[in-house]
């Protein structure tokens, strides 16, 4: 259950605020339209239930705000926009690093994968999805925690008609096994079609809570779609009637030869044209649209009718855009159809929802009989006391192509068959918290894309070619042509890498917010920042050491072995270049972390030694490095202790590079940074 008290948006200077105190109630067992126009406030209102959004008022799911869940991802699913991921990341490969932040197996993305029908496209990459393939992609992202609650924004916009159905059918299904459904839409019909319960929107306001019997009763026009030939003479005629019976009928010219008869009967309009003659190619009764915006809707029509728009491949027939997304099909004049057909579809509209929710959410046995069941009527049945067997179409699915991969994709079986679909089977045992999650994580975020090979192989390329033209120019010393490392340059190739990495990583997580529903839109757990922080120094670590091999083998190619000799101080310089390089992924980790962006945390790597060493050089006055000669030593006579192993040497070398300009400005930087995102973490939380 969904409970929402007084959500609240901040207003911006002196406008009023888009949401004004909205409170609802979503019920387990149910489907809950949110129903609004354009601008009603519809997707900030679920902004504001999921804390992804600043705003007043509260909302608790099965009794606890989200920020007291302590595993948001199992108790609601959510589908807000497009799927938030990399352009360059696979299907599958976005579907496993979720796993790895919720602490799923990575067979449970094969198994959301073949429920949305998008196994043959597991490989297709995010940037060439389709409207509807995305849409199944977020609907798997939803489903793949196997959460009590699926909050969707629009889940259906842009689907064609045999997708809408299928994904109403993924609701339905839900809801059927106890689990909760809240979703938007600004179309009244499929409201009234798909939910139990229609909560109306007007202008960031609240202005009904209504049964889906009360709804179609009070909210929703009925019309009678006719398509004749002779639309202008029929409408004519039929006003002319109107006027000597004295009835009150609106007739609306939606363009072409169409017509939309309001307060008439599909009987009264076939008469009419009957006696005068009239041909009708179509006869239907419609539920029209809502209530004060018929007139705009109307509009918007007659302007779609005068300029169609060729449809994309797979996303609809040229019947079904013709017929506006109306929610009845195309029936001929004295069908004996007709009666039986309205028959259902009002009783569908007068039903009731059920008073009493299922007792469990997800329940193995009833998925079981769910998804076992070989009789589609016990399925509808058991699914909802509503009758939504009209909802499903029983006619042949075609596959459908996606127009910008040369994969194919079939809607699952169920919409063939006219079966509720079915749901990934229930998570039953769930694995302990690991402290390893995160780094799992971080590790397939990673890998999942080229950016960080693509990156690691032009440092390692530059560094070479700068090394081989430092040792031709010469008057360069071996420890910095090692690196790479000019004197004019701020920072060696790797370290300027490493740093560009490590601002990656947390530039990503505000660019492409997989994870905000589970961490919020600012991603602060402390957790995620070790994992990222342990990740970037293994990185730095690798490229460094690599750099410096491959500049090793340039350097042996080129000039022979007399450039290729080990220094005498090989530790400290060491460790100084590791240090260095670890200290730029870390500077860009934390910084990107702040302020949120992968360009900031660059640029912090690259203040270092621009702005930061100069002050602490004249800080220090003078050359540092002496200092530390003999400070273990002055220690160890300190303490009166004896260095085990010659531990002197590692003390004194971890010494040097602290006291060099690089590394005390490189140690300053990051206390700062460190500091910086301590605060904001703890800012976050308390609000």
Not at 31 to 42: D, F, I, M, P
Not at 299 to 307: G, H, I, L, S
Not at 628 to 643: C, K, N, S
Request: charged share 20%.
């Amino acid at each position: 259950m969904i409970q929402a008290i007084g959500l609240t948006s901040t207003p911006r200077k002196e406008l009023p605020p888009a949401v004004d105190d909205v409170s609802f109630e979503a019920h387990s067992g149910r489907v809950t339209a949110l129903l609004g126009t354009s601008g009603a406030g519809r997707t900030t209102v679920l902004r504001l239930m999921l804390e992804l959004q600043k705003g007043r008022g509260i909302t608790y799911f099965r009794g606890r705000p989200l920020h007291r869940v302590a595993h948001p991802n199992r108790e609601v699913g959510v589908l807000l926009g497009e799927v938030p991921g990399h352009p360059a990341r696979t299907i599958r490969s976005h579907l496993r690093m979720l796993c790895a932040a919720a602490g799923l197996p990575v067979r449970r993305a094969d198994e959301v994968l073949e429920v949305v029908g998008l196994v043959s496209l597991r490989e297709a990459r995010l940037s060439t999805l389709s409207r509807g393939m995305d849409r199944r992609l977020g609907l798997a992202c939803a489903l793949l925690s196997d959460p009590h609650a699926l909050v969707l924004d629009e889940p259906a916009h842009g689907l064609s008609a045999r997708e809408g159905r299928w994904l109403h059918g993924i609701m339905r299904a839900h809801a059927a096994q106890g689990g909760t459904v809240l979703f938007t839409t600004g179309d009244p019909k499929e409201a009234a079609r798909i939910a139990d319960r229609v909560l109306t929107l007007e202008q960031g306001r609240l202005v009904a809570d209504q049964d889906v019997a009360d709804f179609s009763r009070t909210r929703l026009r009925p019309r009678v779609a006719v398509r004749t030939p002779h639309a202008a003479r029929l409408g004519a005629l039929l006003t002319k009637e109107a006027r000597t019976a004295r009835r009150s009928v609106e007739i609306v010219r939606e363009g072409g030869n169409r017509l939309s008869v309001y307060g008439s009967t599909c009987a009264e309009v076939g008469e009419a044209a009957f006696r005068h003659g009239i041909l009708v190619h179509q006869l239907a009764d419609e539920m029209g649209d809502m209530g004060p915006t018929a007139a705009v809707a109307a509009t918007v029509r007659e302007t779609a009718a005068a300029t169609p728009t060729p449809s994309r491949p797979g996303e609809g027939e040229p019947g079904e855009a013709e017929s506006g997304g109306s929610v009845e099909e195309s029936q001929g004049v004295g069908d004996d159809s007709d009666a039986a057909t309205n028959a259902r579809r009002l009783s569908h509209a007068d039903s009731s929802p059920p008073s009493t929710p299922p007792v469990s959410h997800r329940s193995p046995a009833s998925h079981a009989n769910l998804a076992g069941s070989a009789d589609p009527a016990d399925l509808i049945d058991r699914s909802s006391p509503t009758n939504h067997a009209d909802h499903i179409n029983t006619a042949d699915v075609s596959q459908h192509l996606d127009p910008q991969s040369p994969h194919m994709a079939r809607l699952p079986r169920s919409v063939e068959t006219g079966t509720l679909p079915p749901l990934p089977p229930p998570i039953t045992v769930r694995p302990a918290s690991n402290p390893l999650r995160p780094v799992l994580y971080e590790l397939r975020r990673a890998t999942g894309v080229a950016t960080g090979y693509v990156t690691a192989v032009v440092v390692i390329v530059v560094s070479a070619v700068m090394a081989g033209v430092l040792a031709r120019m010469g008057h360069t010393p071996q420890p910095r042509l090692l690196a790479a490392w000019p004197r004019e340059f701020p920072l060696p190739p790797a370290a300027v890498g490493a740093g560009l990495l490590g601002a990656i990583s947390f530039g990503d997580e505000f660019r492409y917010p997989a994870l905000a529903v589970d961490r919020g839109p600012v991603p602060r757990r402390l957790g995620l920042l070790a994992a990222k922080l342990l990740v970037s120094a293994a990185t730095g670590l690798l490229l460094a050491l690599i750099t410096v091999g491959c500049d090793l083998e340039v350097l042996y190619l080129l000039h022979g072995p007399e450039l290729t000799s080990v220094p005498g101080d090989w530790l400290p310089l060491g460790a100084s270049w590791l240090g260095l390089v670890v200290g730029c992924a870390w500077a860009g980790v934390l910084a990107a972390g702040v302020f949120r962006s992968t360009s900031a945390g660059l640029a912090a790597v690259v203040a270092v030694p621009l702005l930061v060493v100069p002050l602490v050089q004249k800080v220090l006055e003078g050359p540092a490095v002496r200092h530390a000669i003999g400070f273990p030593m002055r220690l160890r006579e300190l303490v009166l202790t004896q260095w085990p192993f010659g531990g002197e040497r590692y003390v004194e070398a971890a010494a040097q590079v602290i006291v060099q300009p690089e590394g005390g400005a490189l140690l300053l930087s990051l206390t700062a940074l460190l500091g910086a995102y301590l605060l904001t973490t703890v800012r976050s939380r308390a609000r």
